[in-house]
């Protein structure tokens, strides 16, 4: 009887092995995957954070030149009253409080 079940057991031995190799073999394949998409996204979110920094750097110098603008041109340029530059200034420093926890250094 013993002899009977000796085939059956190898077969099964064998099956395991091949399980226990493809498990190893996804496992891997996952890890590889996972690693990848982490940093594809690390990356992406390098661009973004720089170019968020790229924008907040520009209102700094667009409300700087806006403000420097109407202190010698109070009354605006025709077609642009001061009152519009005035509301441009308030709504960029709107996005630059929006944006003043980035760390841009």
Request: proline share 3%; hydrophobic share 35%.
């Amino acid at each position: 009887m013993k002899e009977r079940n000796e085939p059956v057991a190898d077969e099964l031995r064998r099956r395991l092995k091949v399980l226990l190799w493809a498990t190893c073999i996804l496992y891997g394949v996952v890890i590889v995957i996972g690693g990848a998409g982490i940093w594809i996204n690390h990356q992406q979110s390098s661009e973004t954070h720089n170019a968020l920094c790229t924008l907040y750097d520009d209102l700094k110098t667009r409300v700087n030149g806006t403000k420097d603008y109407l202190l010698r041109h109070p009354n605006g340029f025709p077609g642009i009253s001061s009152a519009t530059l005035v509301k441009s200034i308030h709504d960029q420093e709107q996005t630059l409080d929006a944006l003043s926890t980035l760390n841009c250094d």
